[in-house]
């Protein structure tokens, strides 16, 4: 791969969008909800226990949303039809594929996350902190604040990178063809070592369209979420596209 497939690959999103604008709104608007959700029980009611149901139910919807703009983007591919109706039925199919295993991984994997940042939490700022946290983030900008906003940044940006190398390929994969989900987790992070610069950007890009798209009141993932979705196909068939 070379950097003008990250370019060809948004332009061919953006184009599939345009095609096909219902089901990328379609799906973008789960997100939209589920975030305004989430800000409405954590801001509005304080109500901070629905952040785990809601925060756990993101990573196991978000390969079967995924693989929604995956199929448009394939039947568009081939000029078949993309009603909604078959579009769905084929999300629906996956839980009897290899897809299920995948929201699984991706959760676990999350959840080790959430105890790996509790436990920085407690070691920079003690347990007492921990288990006091008011709406007040003053204790965040003490030396102790800072350090572990530094050394948690660069952990999550370890444990992100991670999870993009296993999931950037296998999940299209997995649509694509019949396999089980530890090869296309096996294939997709050795496309990432093959094409490290590239896929690297592709990451970037994927984080800052969709940090941007979050500051208008998740406003922007009516746009960025579809796009980047199709665009995500793309660059599958790119990165395969001498396998048969």
Sequence with gaps: MDMGDIGA??????HDFRRAPAMGLFFALIYVLGGWALYFFLV?????????????????????LAVGLYEVSHRLEQDRPY???????????QRLRQLPL?????????????????MLFALFMGPSVLMNVS????YLFQPEGLMMLLVGTGFGAVFAL???CLTVISLPLLLDKELDFVTAMLTSFATVRRNPRVMLVWGVVIAGLTFAALLPGFLGLFVVLPVLGHASWHIYRRALRDTP
């Design 9 to 14: 690959a948004l332009r061919a999103g953006w």
């Design 162 to 164: 991670v999870l993009f």
């Design 44 to 64: 509005v009611t304080d109500q901070i226990w629905w952040a785990i149901p809601l925060t756990v139910g993101f990573p196991l919807a978000a390969p079967f």
């Design 135 to 138: 709406t007040s983030y003053a």
């Design 83 to 93: 009603a909604i109706g078959d579009i769905l039925g084929v999300v629906w199919q």
């Design 102 to 118: 995948m929201s699984w991984v991706i959760i676990v994997y999350f959840l080790f996350w959430s105890f790996f940042a509790h």
